[in-house]
């Protein structure tokens, strides 16, 4: 499955403020390393045939490039992020742009970190709480994306988006989680899901390595988590491992930089 990607340019991208454990004022990015490494990571889409759209950062907002908690966008329609408040200001960027493009763009009504909290998985939603998302959230999404909602709760700041803690490998198969981000009813929902889980160490999530893409063929992801590029490559994946020590000082991986487009609508073969 081939999907659309709106990334933006990290040409602004800095740590003013840190409302993640990974950001730290006093280690900023290298600008010309950060532009490197996002380069390669659109690259890295194109090749492995996922459709690549751009914005334009705007200056006033240096966490931009994270595109992935601007909304979660279902056929035609977007229910935008509700960000924490240093990130307010790049929302009207995105409702523009989405509003422009014919999606019909829906206002969150509670916090919402938008994809960074919802990963599809077929006709599932697992939808994070706890951290960035108002659990009332979840029956918004599931009224306006028809989604069934799976709520899995982070337990700590260090997961403050639930793509930190689990990732979507193959929405029919395969998963991979964190046990201990999770809280164990949480743990228990996605046990009782039916799909091949393959778990992964604190030490290894806590490196954003579960903050990947994948479409079931080719996965897209940071170096520096071995075993879970092993086990990935056992279950007959192709997987492309990049360096994102820049992005990593935003608290952002792979999966953060990119808003997926063109989750099929309801009832849409996939
Ligand atoms: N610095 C950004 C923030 O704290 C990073 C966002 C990463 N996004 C994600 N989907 N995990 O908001």
Known sequence: MNSALLVCDPAHFRIDYEINPYMHTEMQP???????EHASIVVAHLVAG???????????????????????????????GYPPPERKA???????????????????????????????????????YGQRTDPRMHAVLARELSYDVVPLRTVS???????????????????????QALDDPSCQRLRGLGLDLIEVSVDEAARLALNLISDGT??????????????LRERGLHVVELDTTELAKGGGGIRST?????????????
């Open 50 to 80: 996922r459709r690549v759209e751009y914005m334009i950062a705007a200056p006033e907002c240096p966490d931009m490039v994270f595109t992935a908690n601007a909304a979660l966008i279902r056929g035609d329609r977007a229910v935008l």
């Open 30 to 36: 290298d600008q010309d390393a950060a532009t490197a």
């Open 157 to 179: 700041s260090r997961w403050y988006d639930l793509d930190l803690a689990v990732a979507v490998v193959d929405h029919s198969r395969t998963l991979a989680y964190c046990p």
């Open 258 to 270: 990119a808003l997926t487009l063109d989750n099929p609508d309801p009832g849409r073969p996939r």
């Open 218 to 231: 080719t996965v897209t992801m940071s170096r520096g988590a071995p075993r879970l590029a092993a086990a």
């Open 90 to 128: 790049e929302m009207p960027y995105f409702q523009e742009w989405l509003a422009g493009r014919d999606y019909d763009v829906i206002e969150a009504s509670y916090p919402f970190s938008g994809q960074g909290d919802a990963l599809v998985c077929g006709d599932l939603l697992l939808a994070g």
